[in-house]
């Protein structure tokens, strides 16, 4: 009886102990691959291209220069928005590339690298809203994304909305569709990607010019992990010495695509943000 | 692993957030009960007719709702049905409390139909001959069960019935795939608010399992006197 509970308990005590922790940098080149944790729901940042039917997008081609980098190939791991602190905090994935904003929260919980792309959030309303303003929200219905910072940005900027939080971006874009609320809050490259994907439909909707919120989107990376951000911020600058960052923003926002960015407004050269 | 901050959910912002969550719960719970049976009694009554056509649409009614997950329900109900209506009714209906209006109907819908085939069952369950009998001396098959077979029927169907009701009771929480800020919905809120999964996780099980435990409690209860009543 005494034997089989101390085995019990060490066994218990060995499967809680602490892991013994080696560097992730030498985790990945000795497992030979990467495994990025990416949305492929967010159009241009991941998204599952129609023809090839496999995801790309800007957070991609950012993973896969990290992947070189560490000379592995990489692999895609989908996730939901409200589950992608979690997969990395729990060693599921390697680094998240899915749209990921850098706020003040979430620094306790994992690392950031520099701002891979900065952008604010906006809202998207129908011309007979009659809604010119975010304050003139308050009483009505908000339509947004579960788990997501313009979820907690609209709470704290107009208190008195209703805030009606969905799944996914598609299926609150197709509730302010459909009139079951009476805008839609999501940051800037995906309203102007839902608002291009209306076609004609597109002269009865507008997304307001204020900015509820400025947004540093960054890679994100295991808590702790030194020698993988120093690799990966590495990685960033060498993209931007060399003109690549500017190519790669050109390539999924420039003005051949739906984007039509004229020009990239920002640098990979902070990891800082400030508020 | 962090510690367990208790205060979180006894008290302030978030407290009310989950116990707001828990009372819509509650209500979308009793609502759709009050709902359900009466239509549960009614397709089980439409499959037991003589008419072979009321027997059709009962049948079409169960098949097409059991089988066709709940999460499907809810997202057609709230996504596709309301655009078939006319433009003045859906407009009143948006601005209304559309989600809860959808995952009532839904879970309604979808409830009735698995009590519908218990109550069928319960009825088998009464010898034929009780039917017969009424119908001898003279009642008309709706009177004939009313009086004779159902009061019967639904002793037996009760435990089965309960049972539904705490089904019932945990999809109340798919209701939140359409923003119903029910409880499970508001654990997620403060989930993200907050970071601390675990305070807010353990209050919705909590909340789940208090009223399941309830609810179990009372088909124990109707157990024992029943089984006391009838000696059996």
């Known amino acids: ?275 | 692993m962090s510690d367990f901050d208790l205060h979180l959910l006894t008290a302030g912002p978030y407290h009310e957030q989950l116990v707001a969550g828990f009372w819509l719960s509650i209500k979308l719970a009793a609502g759709t009960l009050v709902l359900a049976m009466p239509l549960a009694l009614l397709v089980a009554l439409l499959r037991m007719t003589p008419s072979r056509l009321l027997n059709g649409v009962g049948f079409t009614f169960v098949e097409a709702i059991r089988n066709v997950p709940l999460l499907a329900h809810i997202l057609f109900w709230y996504f596709g049905a309301p655009e078939l209506l006319p433009e003045g009714l859906k407009l009143w209906l948006y601005r209304g409390n559309i989600e809860v209006a959808a995952a009532v109907i839904a879970l309604t819908l979808y409830t009735a139909a698995y009590m519908s085939e218990d109550i069928r069952s319960g009825v088998r369950s009464v010898p034929k001959e009780q039917l017969e009998a009424a119908r001898a001396l003279g009642f008309n098959f709706l009177t004939s069960m009313r009086l004779v077979v159902l009061p019967q029927a639904l002793r037996i169907t009760v435990p089965p019935l309960i049972s539904q009701g705490l089904s019932l009771w945990k999809n109340t929480s798919m209701a939140m795939v359409v923003g119903v800020a029910e409880m499970l919905y508001q654990a997620q809120q403060v989930e993200s608010a907050t970071f601390r999964s675990f305070e807010a996780f353990a209050f919705a099980t909590a909340g789940y399992l208090g009223v399941s435990l309830v609810i179990t409690g009372i088909a124990v209860l109707y157990e024992h006197r029943v089984r006391g009543a009838a000696g059996r």
């Open chain 1, 1 to 275: 009886m005494t034997r089989r509970f101390r085995l019990l308990a060490l066994g218990l005590l060995a499967a809680f102990a602490p892991l013994v922790h080696a560097d992730q940098v030498a985790d990945i080149k000795a497992k030979g691959e990467l495994v990025c944790g990416v949305l492929g729901t967010d159009d241009p940042f991941s998204f599952v291209d129609p023809k090839s039917r496999e995801i790309v997008g800007y957070d991609v081609d950012l993973c896969n220069a990290v992947a070189k980098k560490l000379g592995v190939k990489t692999s895609l791991k989908q996730l939901a928005v409200a589950a992608r602190v979690p997969e990395l905090q729990q060693g599921r994935v390697d680094i998240l590339a899915a749209s990921l904003t850098h706020n003040k929260e979430r620094e306790a919980l994992i690392d950031f690298s520099l701002s891979t792309f900065i952008t604010g959030q906006k809202v998207m309303t129908k011309k007979t809203s009659g809604i010119q303003q975010p304050a003139q929200l308050t009483g009505q219905k908000v339509l947004t994304v579960k788990g997501s910072t313009m979820e907690q940005n609209i709470k704290k900027l107009v208190p008195g909305a209703e805030i009606i939080s969905f799944d996914n971006s598609p299926q609150a874009f197709l509730a302010l569709q459909q009139g079951k609320g009476v805008a839609y809050v999501n940051d800037e490259t995906s309203l102007i990607d839902d608002f291009s994907k209306l076609g004609p439909a597109q002269k009865d909707y507008v997304i307001l010019p204020t900015s509820i919120s400025t947004e540093h989107l960054a890679l994100g990376l295991k808590k702790g992990e030194a020698g993988m951000k120093t690799l990966v911020d590495g990685v960033l600058r060498d993209m931007e010495k060399s003109g690549d960052a500017e190519k790669l923003f050109m390539k999924w926002l420039g003005p051949e695509t739906k984007m039509k960015f004229p020009a990239r407004p920002f640098k990979f050269e902070t990891d800082k943000i400030d508020g």
